[in-house]
């Protein structure tokens, strides 16, 4: 699998005062704690969550473990005003 392809995973960032850094979520990957990485700006979260994802792959292939299936971006309807 590609870099590119590596990358086609969720990845949920958000601020924790309680760490006092940002912290990632990776959803599909369901067998690994979580948040799974951090970082002290949005950019290095966002860089250490790519890292981890490619980790998380390799190993997969090379253990013979199929890999989890992505989600797919869903629409929420909005509700109109009456």
Partial sequence: MNNH?????????QWSDEDNCF???LPEFTNVMQPCTHG??????????QEVIELLVETAIENGEPLPQRQKFQTVPVLQAA
């Fill in 40 to 49: 002290s700006t949005y950019l290095e979260a966002i860089q250490n969550a």
């Fill in 23 to 25: 912290v990632v979520f």
């Fill in 5 to 13: 392809q590596s990358m086609r995973y969720t990845i949920l960032i």
